[in-house]
């Protein structure tokens, strides 16, 4: 199983922007099958999906609540995913997550924290207002 590590999360006021990047060993990212995902869960709630990408075809999916706010990319020759946070909002206050899934996932469930078996240990975002 891979390890990922996630860096970047900080504290913004809003309007402002930060870049997460989620460092991935142990998995291949050209592999046909392979997706990866950011999350974020804020205090009491539950972990929800915000960005997902499958590496080999490049193919993005968005959360309504981020369209056009963020977005997700890799550096497959880092094996590094990012997730580029613009127009940050309080709501966007959470730990974020990165996860990966080896096997192919459908893009109806790609945005699901139930689809990935992999996940690093979270960052902490802040948005003031």
């Known amino acids: 199983q891979g390890q990922l590590v996630e860096s970047g999360g900080g504290s913004v006021q809003a309007g402002g922007s930060l870049r997460l990047s989620c460092a991935v060993s142990g998995y291949t990212f050209s592999s046909l099958s392979m997706a990866m995902g950011w999350f974020r869960q804020a205090p009491g709630k539950e972990r929800l999906g915000v960005a997902a990408l499958y590496t080999r075809l490049g193919s993005t999916y968005y959360d309504d609540s981020v369209k056009g706010r963020f977005t997700i990319s890799q550096d497959s020759a880092k094996n590094t995913v990012y997730l580029q946070m613009n127009s940050l909002k309080p709501e966007d206050t959470a730990i974020y997550y990165c996860?990966?899934?080896?096997?192919?996932?459908?893009?109806?469930?790609?945005?699901?924290?139930?689809?990935?078996?992999?996940w690093g240990q979270g960052t902490h975002v802040t948005v003031s207002s």
């Open positions: 996860a990966a899934v080896p096997w192919v996932v459908p893009r109806f469930s790609v945005l699901l924290p139930s689809s990935y078996p992999s």
